[in-house]
């Protein structure tokens, strides 16, 4: 593939979609936003991708990091690495919650710089598309991803307060 061409890339199962996932943190430059049900079991604990997050966490003023799930307990009990670049980076990183009413959405995705992205059909389907150069798939998708953050909470904060 030539650098800027369209490609869209199938993957059936659970490997290929970390490492989809992998690949497209590593694409990113600006943003990066992934929604998916809880983050359990997709490598978000893993160290390349702690430090390719980091990295990516490093490399300007103006790169954000937006995570998005249904359930966000999963990162806060299984991922301290997610955790450890929160409360690193809690001023380009945030970590949202869907309400109820958004529950019925169960389609994971992941959006970098309104270039490529990564989606699966469902949750509980292991199938989906890789895309990378795909200004108008990845817009489709930072725009409802857009919707669904202004709909819901930060629910995960980078300081532990007690009492």
């Not at 890339?9 to 690949?23: C, H, Q, R, S």
Request: net charge negative.
């Amino acid at each position: 593939m030539s650098e800027g061409e369209l490609q869209h890339l199938a993957f059936d199962g659970v490997i290929e979609y970390v490492t989809a996932l992998d690949t497209l943190c590593g694409l990113a430059q600006q943003t990066l936003f992934i929604f998916e049900n809880d983050f359990d079991g997709l490598g978000f604990n893993s160290e390349a991708r702690y430090a390719t997050l980091r990295n990516f966490l490093l490399s300007g003023q103006n790169v954000r990091l937006h995570l998005l799930a249904h359930d966000t307990q999963p990162l806060v009990r299984f991922c301290p690495r997610i955790m450890m670049l929160l409360r690193q980076f809690d001023h380009k990183m945030h970590i949202y919650q869907t309400p109820v009413n958004l529950r019925h959405v169960s389609a994971p995705f992941a959006v970098a710089d309104t270039h490529h992205f990564v989606r699966r059909f469902h949750f509980d389907d292991t199938r989906g598309i890789f895309a990378q150069n795909d200004p108008e798939g990845a817009i489709v998708l930072k725009s409802r991803f857009e919707e669904m953050w202004a709909s819901s909470h930060a629910s995960v904060s980078a300081t532990t307060l007690g009492l």
